[in-house]
């Protein structure tokens, strides 16, 4: 291997390790955006032909909408999106892509959103 392939590898490799101990660590809502993020990517490939693709979207899709906490409203509406997500992804005919890969920015962007609102933990002084 190359001194310039191998440090590309070594690259690949951090970043790799860095987005695992990421999602490891993540939040609900971080996981939940990532995930997101994921599926987004996962577009370019369906839209590409590979279908197999669509299989990971979809479990995507299924993740988060069995991570909901149903007893509220907002969760089954949401709930009642991501069943629509699955169908457009199943569907996958440029219309329904345009749709699933809109309803993912939308969510991802209300999830980023909530993320920004949440009032952050005051650090404690040191004495």
Partial sequence: MSEESESTWEQKEAVRLYAYGAAYTAGKLKS???LLEKALLLMYAIRAGDLKK???AQNIVAYLQSSLDLQYEEAQSLFIVYGHLWDAL???TPETLDLAEEF???IRELIMEVHRR???PIKKKKR
């Fill in 32 to 34: 939940h955006q990532m």
């Fill in 54 to 56: 669509r299989d990971q």
């Fill in 90 to 92: 199943e569907a996958a």
């Fill in 104 to 106: 993912f920015r939308e």
């Fill in 118 to 120: 949440q009032p952050r």
